[in-house]
């Protein structure tokens, strides 16, 4: 699957954390307000101190002892420990090296805690932004962390970093460090107000360690962090291994009370997921999330599990899910007619999918902004109608007359009545059926190429190129190393590919990383359907810049709309459960989190 840069905080390791100041979106929680003023546009709210009797995070075991080792399982490899930059493949754990200004909550998508900043102040007019360093916090070299280093980051990361940074900080006009333990962030005028918050996630780099070294390039020396881990050893391509700091600057502050108990953390690389299994039912791995219904239903039993040294257990998941799905490059001309990619997604037949591949696992997204309160439905409301008018010659009719759903087959596996909608759609494109091949005015017959990364969704792709054979279609199912796939997908070097879009209760300036047309050209960027409609980024930029609640709401349900309707990419499936399986040497955390799992929280037992 597409990863993408950053990963998501919440689908990061997460980082260690202070208590000494809260930070909250507070637009949210001010929902019942009918508008705010230019001074109500700060996404963050302070608390002065930490709550009387603060110890620990409700979600955290303060008692769970230090110790042992955890080994887990990633699959494909990596040539590169800078996970920053456009070049070579990084391992997602690296993260755990370095620590961000604030750390997001384990509990819901819009609450952060302070980490290497201990406060944050917001001028009146919203318009600067002044982080405090915690005197005390150091890189794991000794070095105290300075505001220079922040700035340093910053501007390095919108440099040289991946095209990511530069449009997700596009808001900012300047940063500067009036001294030490000060950064201030200047931003321009009409930058949503979702920017302190994404300034909070920043990871802050020791500049001194990069000093004679191309940040551009792929790191092959280990990183120096302010985290509460190192990296001891690496194999590239095979493993990486992770050292608790010891005497970690942060370690006894109240919010890392339970987090980071593993003297050891170790990434271990499979080619294959089932290689992965059996490494793990070999007692080489300790703990594993399971993606594949197949394999959870019919791959699990074994000894182990059957005499209780295994647990296998289903963990509820709350976080908003945005969406995945088979993304198709309207790049490429084959995809530029939504009439073709409406055709493609008829022909996708999840119903059969679900019950005779997934064993009746998942539901399938309807949104953008899936298990979320931002999810469209229904037809346009009013102010939805006001936001999209200035646009309607250049919007499907279907947005104002027709609520969106997808197709519903009988689950049969003769979808046959899907199909004939597809081949008319396709009639109206252009395309006919000559000698068993559909093909073009031209002659040209209709092939493309499915692209993957992961031979899980092997089986998946080839009973839908099954389908589409049916049509006249010739499309190719191709697997490649997973070093390969990224970087072709980096550069757009694809046809069909399953990609992932996650999301949060508070979207912001991603949203023109997703889908915004200064994306579309950008190699590196998250438009990987190489999105660009006028109507679209009007939409992107009102949900930006809304003043209330109610427009930020408006702005989205109409995004997701034009999204939808454009047939951009076939949504894929979800479950509201995460399923997981450990060795009881581990002990998984007890209480439940917004993302299911996280790692830094169990301990060994």
């Known amino acids: 699957m597409a990863a993408f840069w950053p990963p998501p905080t919440r689908f990061c390791t997460r980082q260690p954390s202070l208590f ?18 230019r001074d109500d546009l700060i996404t963050l ?31 494909g490899d990596f040539d590169n420990l800078n996970p920053f930059i456009l070049r070579g493949t990084a391992p997602d754990s690296i993260y755990r090296v370095w620590q961000t200004l604030f750390k997001q909550s384990d509990t819901d998508s819009v609450t952060v805690y302070a980490d290497l900043a201990q406060s944050v102040d917001i001028s009146p007019d919203g318009f600067t932004v002044t982080f405090h360093l915690n005197p005390n916090a150091r890189f794991s070299d000794g070095t105290k962390v300075l505001a220079s280093d922040v700035v340093w980051t910053f501007n390095t990361l919108i440099t ?12 900012v006009a300047a940063v500067a460090a009036p001294d030490d333990e000060t950064v201030v962030f200047t931003l321009k005028p009409g930058t949503g107000r979702d920017m302190p918050n994404d300034l909070a996630g920043l990871y802050v780099l020791p500049e001194h360690f990069w000093k004679g070294r191309d940040f551009s390039a792929p790191l092959l020396t280990a990183p120096i962090g302010s985290g509460p881990y190192q990296i001891s050893q690496v194999s590239f391509g095979n493993s990486i291994t992770y050292t608790r700091v010891k005497h970690w600057w942060a370690e006894d502050l109240p919010a890392d009370k339970g987090f980071d108990n593993f003297d050891t953390y170790r990434e271990v690389f499979f080619q294959n997921d089932s290689v992965a ?49 088979w993304a198709m490059n309207t790049r490429r001309p084959v995809f530029a007619n939504p009439l073709v990619r409406h055709a493609l997604t008829l022909a996708f037949d999840f119903q059969w999918m679900n019950r005779v591949l997934f064993y009746g696992s998942y539901v399938r997204y309807n949104s953008y902004f899936s298990q979320s309160f931002l999810a469209s439905s229904g037809l346009p409301s009013p102010d939805e109608l006001k936001l999209l008018a200035p646009y309607k010659n250049q919007i499907p009719p279907a947005v104002f007359t027709t609520p969106f759903a997808l197709p519903v087959t009988d689950g049969s596996g003769y979808n046959l009545p899907q199909l004939e909608q597809a081949m008319a759609l396709l009639s109206q494109a252009g395309w006919h059926v000559a000698a068993g091949k559909l093909v073009n005015a031209q002659g040209q017959p209709m092939s493309f190429e499915i692209l993957l990364d992961n031979q899980l969704f092997e089986r998946i792709a080839i009973s839908y190129a099954a389908d589409l054979k049916l049509l006249g279609i010739n499309a190719v199912v191709r697997t490649i190393d997973p070093a390969t796939y990224e970087r072709r997908i980096q550069h757009f070097d694809y046809d069909m590919t399953i990609v992932q879009f996650p999301e949060s209760d508070f ?14 050209n950008t190699p590196g960027s998250n438009n990987l359907m190489g999105i660009c409609t006028p109507a679209i980024d009007a939409m992107i930029k009102a949900q930006n810049e809304a003043a209330s609640i109610p427009q930020k709401i408006t702005a989205i349900h109409a995004l997701d709309r034009l999204l939808l309707n454009g047939w951009y990419l076939i949504p894929a499936w979800n479950s509201t459960t995460m399923r997981v399986a450990y060795w009881t040497r581990v002990v998984k955390q007890p ?13 060994a037992q």
């Open 160 to 171: 040289q970093g991946s095209p990511f940074y530069a449009s997700y900080y596009a808001g």
């Open 20 to 37: 000494y100041r809260v930070l909250i979106v507070a637009i949210f929680l001010a929902a019942a307000r009918p508008a705010l003023a």
């Open 277 to 325: 299994l059996q490494a793990f039912k070999a007692g080489q791995i300790d703990a594993r999330i399971e993606s594949s219904a197949k394999q959870w239903a019919s791959g699990y039993h074994f000894p182990a599990a059957s005499d209780g040294k295994v647990k296998l257990v289903r963990v509820p998941v709350s976080l908003p899910a945005g969406i995945d799905g």
């Open 507 to 520: 979207p912001g300036s991603e949203q023109s990383n997703y889908w915004g047309c200064a994306a579309a």
């Open 45 to 75: 709210s302070t608390a002065s101190q930490p709550p009387v009797g603060f110890t620990h995070l409700p979600y955290a075991n303060p008692d769970a002892p230090k110790g042992g080792s955890i080994t887990l399982s990633a699959v």
């Open 591 to 603: 209480a439940p989190l917004q993302d299911g799992v996280d790692f830094d929280l169990w301990w």
